[in-house]
């Protein structure tokens, strides 16, 4: 099915923004049947029909609006995601994950359309001994975190009746920059590899997160909700997973603590997310981890 309508104007379709990116790119090729949908991205990508509209500007989002809709929902990928880059680009990061989420939410509300947008665990402070729940008191420990959940926050407050949080974590895909294809290529190179150990979350595939967008855009009631690959591991576990599924024996991985690998932004120790509310509404979960782990790595695209 095209990602396209031969004459946009004529039937309503969903908007993705980012959607050059390793979610939005994926959110576009797992479009269910019967939808439709466009792109927007700052880069040319299949399905993208406007390039560099900055989401943050009220006329140039309406302007987007007004050319490439009518649109009946919006799935909102594009974000700033350098998360330690983010501790001395403030000013970007706050402009990018949280004022574009309060512009787009205003112009779904006048539109009267439903917004899903992804958010992230960093919103949490990793202090909890249980998976998070999405009425969990927040406290990032970020400018990443922080202007993500400004992002939420905004969202909800200009679209109440419309707006959709989906907080996921670990990201990875066929497509962009992520730790699987960093870790498989290190792997390859180096004898040794040092990985952190004392951070525990869920490791998530864009090919199941991707179709649950969809459900929660189409089915899912306003609120937030948390949509992460079953079960739990660090970052080393998740490492040695990754090399025993590439079949590379000639790496040693040693686990590390957080306090050897530094980094100018605070990860959260501890950020596994409760899925429950997003089980009962798609009457699945996303796979475990290990299983969409495997299912990506034999994709002809990884």
């Avoid at 787009?104 to 992230?120: E, F, G, H, K, Y």
């Avoid at 294809?181 to 040092?194: C, N, Q, S």
């Avoid at 690959?229 to 590390?256: D, N, R, T």
Wanted: with cysteine; aromatic share 6%.
């Amino acid at each position: 099915m095209s990602t396209q309508d031969s004459d946009p104007k004529k039937s309503a379709k969903v908007l993705v923004t980012g959607a050059a990116g390793m979610l939005g790119s994926q959110v576009l090729l797992s479009m269910p049947d019967g939808e439709s949908a466009v792109g927007t991205d700052l880069k040319e990508a299949p399905g993208v029909v406007a390039v560099g509209v900055d989401l943050a500007d009220e006329a140039a989002v309406a302007q987007l609006f007004a050319k490439h809709g009518p649109f009946n929902g919006v799935i909102h990928c594009a974000a700033y995601t350098a998360v330690d880059l983010a501790e001395e680009e403030t000013v970007l990061a706050q402009r990018v994950n949280a004022d574009a989420c309060g512009v787009l939410a205003r112009a779904c509300a006048a539109a009267q359309i439903p917004l899903a947008m992804v958010s992230t665990d960093f919103v949490f402070d990793g202090k909890s001994e249980r998976p998070y729940l999405e009425s969990d008191p927040t406290g990032p420990l970020s400018v990443y975190g922080s202007t993500k959940l400004a992002g939420e926050e905004q969202a909800l407050a200009a679209h109440p009746t419309g707006t959709r949080i989906v907080r996921t974590q670990w990201l990875y895909g066929p497509r962009g920059k992520h730790f699987p294809r960093t870790i498989e290529a290190l792997a390859r190179e180096r004898d040794e590899l040092k990985i952190v150990s004392d951070q525990i979350g869920s490791p998530t595939s864009t090919l199941e997160l991707s179709p649950a967008l969809w459900d929660v855009l189409r089915k899912g009631e306003p609120g937030i909700y948390h949509a992460a690959c079953e079960e739990s591991c660090s970052w080393y576990e998740f490492a040695c997973a990754i090399v025993v599924l590439c079949g590379i024996e000639s790496v040693k991985l040693m686990p590390c603590s957080t306090e050897e690998f530094p980094r100018p932004a605070v990860r959260p120790a501890y950020s596994v997310l409760d899925c429950t509310k997003l089980r009962e509404l798609r009457g699945k979960p996303l796979a475990p981890w290990r299983e969409a782990l495997s299912t990506y790595l034999g994709s002809e695209d990884h």
